[in-house]
């Protein structure tokens, strides 16, 4: 059998897409040895692409006839089908994975497509106009041409079914991972703790890690935040949000750096969010909408607990390791935090259910899975 899989993510500012791609890719090429795999990535990527995908004799890497820039991506956008259909002609490929979700419409090929969440569907206002109006359209096409669709959660699977009435069976639930090894101070060379973050040493802290942008919910934990600092005042606790500025982050950019004891980081480097998740007190999640939800995990393989969200597809993937609250209330978020700080016997329940937890998810796993979705379409 012959795979194609579309890599165009593969590149180093390809985000959460890049990963996955890396992960099952990688993945993949340590359990078939069988399968021919041809891995589609832009012109302007090659070079990555032979730096960070697997060298192994039945992958090889092609170059679509576009690159990264602004213009490259509404052109590809608009044409690429032409070029997919004269691939499928000349490699015949026998599969065709997009691990994003919408894909050309082939003549030959089984089609399979990864969604990993409609936050474009959702939560409009987090794309361009241009873009929204072509993923409205692209993303309804693809999933109703598609032959299979992969979801990460089962939360986003529900989502697919309800905008789209697709047919349960047509949609298999496959839960991403993450490589925790990548997690972990193992084999690293001493830190230096960065200048940014001295005034963090020896500080008591909880960590919050993502975009800055509504549906994270930050306004919410900063009132949670002042509550818990009103009933403590003799604590020393302080706030830590690492995260890039999204859409709409101005507001509650300004009460982050108005309040005492919030410390906004902004993007961090990978060492110094490490020394974060394994420093913290408690990790806080207030997001209110996840396709997965990966830094629980990320924290947890450092031993810290999380007090979470209850939505979206978070209790999917935090199980009973976590403390949740209403991400609406911010009396019940100032409890929980309250409960995961100061309630030693919680905390220690808690401590020892994140590994647990953690062992339900292998990319290996994922990829195995993957792979019988690409065999029952022979």
Not at 207 to 233: C, M, T
Not at 240 to 256: A, C, P, T
Not at 307 to 333: D, H, K, L, Q, R
Not at 343 to 351: C, L, Q, S, V
Request: charged share 25%; glycine share 4%.
């Amino acid at each position: 059998m012959k795979i194609a899989i579309n890599c165009i993510f593969c590149q180093p500012r390809g985000g959460g897409i890049r990963e996955y791609i890396y992960n099952v890719v990688s993945a993949l090429s340590r359990i078939d040895k069988e399968n021919e795999y041809i891995l589609y990535v832009l012109k302007d990527c090659v070079g990555y692409a032979h730096n960070v995908l697997p060298n192994v004799p039945n992958m090889s890497i092609k170059s679509v006839p576009y690159d990264s820039s602004r213009m490259s991506v509404i052109m590809r956008s608009l044409f690429s089908r032409r070029y997919w259909l004269k691939e499928e002609r000349e490699e015949q490929f026998d599969i065709f994975h997009s691990p994003f979700f919408h894909a050309p419409r082939l003549k030959h090929a089984k089609v399979i497509i990864t969604v990993h969440d409609l936050r474009f569907c959702r939560y409009p206002s987090t794309y361009t106009l241009p873009r929204y109006l072509f993923l409205r359209t692209a993303v309804k096409n693809s999933i109703k041409q598609a032959d299979a669709i992969i979801t990460i959660s089962a939360f986003t699977k529900c989502e697919i079914m309800d905008v789209y009435k697709v047919d349960a069976g047509k949609i298999t639930v496959i839960h991403e991972a993450i490589n925790r090894e990548d997690f972990s101070n193992k084999n690293k060379k001493e830190y230096v703790l960065e200048d940014v973050a001295k005034p963090l040493e020896g500080k008591r802290f909880i960590l919050s890690v993502g975009h800055i942008e509504p549906r994270k919910n930050y306004d919410r934990l900063l009132d949670a935040f002042a509550l818990l600092k009103k009933k403590h005042q003799a604590d020393q606790v302080i706030l830590v949000v690492v995260g890039k500025k999204g859409h709409h982050y101005e507001d509650v950019l300004k009460r982050m750096n108005a309040m005492p004891d919030v410390y906004y980081l902004d993007f961090v480097s990978r060492d110094l969010l490490l020394w974060l998740y394994q420093n913290a007190a408690l990790f806080a999640f207030p997001s209110y909408y996840e396709g997965f939800g990966f830094p629980p995990l990320e924290a947890a393989c450092f031993g810290t607990i999380s007090a979470v969200s209850n939505s979206s597809s978070i209790p999917e993937v935090c199980g009973n390791s976590v403390a949740y609250f209403n991400p609406f209330s911010v009396e019940e978020m100032e409890m929980t935090l309250e409960q995961c700080l100061f309630d030693e016997a919680f905390i220690a329940e808690k401590k020892a259910l994140l590994i647990p937890n953690l062992d339900r998810f292998s990319w290996d796993k994922n990829a195995g899975e993957t792979l019988k979705i690409y065999q029952s379409l022979q």
